[in-house]
């Protein structure tokens, strides 16, 4: 085991296991959920659901981001339709002040939308950009389907995919506009983190 630690003191080791009753050991993304909730970065849609196909909203997809990347600083939230106090408030301010999302327009984040999976990539890269100074040069995987991924995504697609931390769908396909599951997000988050 490895911690961060900030001063001096007693330390305890304990371990913290979480098993959604949704989440059956064979489902492909069991250990990553289970590894991220052990981490405190994944919670449930209650104590026992996971709701791993579950689309993931962009509020939900800020909180998990922003408490993976550790991120301190606040920066001031501009969007009409975020209220005050919201759960996802000071993530969202956090993320913002980072430089790492921003709105659908320039007042509305919409929240409770759902994220697609090369806005998703988007944000990741600009967070591996912010850490560690630049991104790396393309060449990963071609996807069936690049030609539908968007002028703005194709690059850091091409590059999340190079250093592993996105994986296609089945035949191939990236599927850049279709909604990322919180199973494929917190698979990503632990690419990510890794």
Partial sequence: MEADLQQGGVYALL???VNFADVQQTHWAANTIRVLAA???VNGVSESEYQPNRMMTRAEFV???AAALNLKDKGEL???DVTVGAWYEDALSKMVKAGLVSGRSADRFEPNAMISRQELVIILMRAYKLQNGTEPSTGGVSFND???IAPWARESVQAASALGLVNGRSGGRFAPNDSATRAETAQFILNYLK
Avoid: G, R, T
């Fill in 146 to 148: 690049e030609a539908s």
């Fill in 39 to 41: 981490k405190h970065l």
């Fill in 15 to 17: 371990e913290y296991s």
């Fill in 63 to 65: 909180q998990l981001a």
């Fill in 78 to 80: 501009s969007f009409n």
